[in-house]
C-alpha cells in the first residue's frame, strides 16, 4: 500500500467564471494536474479530488450555480474521493485527516487553486498534522492580487492598472518563499514526474533530482 497522496484542490469551473481567469499564472493548469495525477496513479499513490463551496452566497461557489465541479478535462476514478470544503485549508471541513490516515498516507503533494490560498495553507495545516507536503508549483493558479486597501469594489481594470497590486510572478515567488524550508518541499510538475517517466521505461530518460528536505517546520 502507498503511503503517499496527490491532494487536487479547486480546480474547479468557479474560477472560469470570473474575468479576472484571462490573467491566470497557469492557464494549462489542466494539463498540469494531469500529468501529476497519471504519475501518482501510475504509483499507485491515492488521489484526493477536493472543491470548495459556499452554499448560499449566490455566487460562483455556491452549488445551486452549478460551477462547483472540476474543470472539464480532469475525471475521478474509481477509488477517488471527491471532498467538498468550506474553508481555506482542505482539512478542516472534510473528513480527509480520517482518510488519509485510514489509508496510511504520510506524504501528501499538493496542487490545485489559489497558490497563496486554498493550496498554500493546506500544505501549512498538513505540515502541522505531520505529514511531509510536497507543493507543485506550476501545478497551481494565482492571479493578480489587490493591495488591502483597494475597495472591494475594485474593477478588474482598476485592480490590474494599481501600482500596488502583486503580480502573478510576485504571488508564486512570496508562496515558495514563506513555504520551503518550514512547512513544504517546493517541486515542479517535471521534477515529480521526470523519475517516474523514466522508471516506467517511456524513453524520455528524464530524471528529478531529489529534493532538499523540508527542515524545520514551524
Known amino acids: 500500500m502507498s503511503r503517499a497522496a496527490?491532494?487536487?484542490?479547486?480546480?474547479?469551473?468557479?474560477?472560469?467564471?470570473?474575468d479576472i481567469w484571462a490573467y491566470a499564472s497557469q492557464p494549462d493548469i489542466v494539463g498540469q494536474v494531469d500529468r501529476l495525477v497519471?504519475?501518482?496513479?501510475?504509483?499507485?499513490?491515492l488521489v484526493v479530488w477536493v472543491l470548495h463551496a459556499e452554499p448560499g452566497s449566490g455566487g460562483v461557489f455556491d452549488p445551486a450555480n452549478g460551477h462547483v465541479r472540476l474543470i472539464d478535462g480532469l475525471t475521478p476514478v474509481a477509488g477517488e474521493p471527491t471532498l467538498v470544503k468550506t474553508s481555506h485549508n482542505a482539512f478542516t471541513t472534510t473528513n480527509l485527516q480520517q482518510l488519509l490516515t485510514f489509508a496510511g498516507i504520510r506524504e501528501?503533494?499538493?496542487c490545485g487553486i489559489r497558490t497563496e490560498q486554498c493550496v498554500e495553507t493546506t500544505a501549512r495545516v498538513g505540515c502541522d498534522l505531520g505529514y511531509e507536503m510536497t507543493f507543485v508549483t506550476d501545478a497551481t493558479v494565482t492571479f493578480?492580487?489587490?493591495?488591502?486597501?483597494?475597495?472591494?469594489?475594485?474593477?478588474?481594470?482598476?485592480?490590474?492598472?494599481?501600482?500596488?497590486?502583486?503580480?502573478?510572478?510576485?504571488?508564486?515567488?512570496?508562496?515558495e518563499y514563506a513555504l520551503a524550508g518550514r512547512f513544504a518541499t517546493v517541486r515542479t510538475v517535471e521534477e515529480v514526474t521526470g523519475?517516474?517517466?523514466?522508471?516506467?521505461?517511456?524513453?524520455?530518460?528524464v530524471g528529478a533530482?531529489?529534493?532538499e528536505p523540508a527542515g524545520v517546520r514551524g
Open 38 to 45: 497519471t504519475a501518482a496513479r501510475r504509483r499507485g499513490d
Open 6 to 18: 496527490l491532494v487536487v484542490i479547486d480546480v474547479q469551473e468557479s474560477f472560469r467564471q470570473r
Open 209 to 211: 533530482a531529489q529534493p
Open 108 to 110: 501528501i503533494t499538493v
Open 195 to 205: 523519475t517516474d517517466r523514466a522508471a516506467a521505461g517511456d524513453g524520455t530518460g
Open 144 to 175: 493578480p492580487t489587490p493591495h488591502r486597501d483597494l475597495p472591494a469594489t475594485a474593477t478588474l481594470a482598476e485592480i490590474l492598472a494599481d501600482p500596488r497590486t502583486l503580480s502573478v510572478g510576485e504571488m508564486t515567488a512570496r508562496t
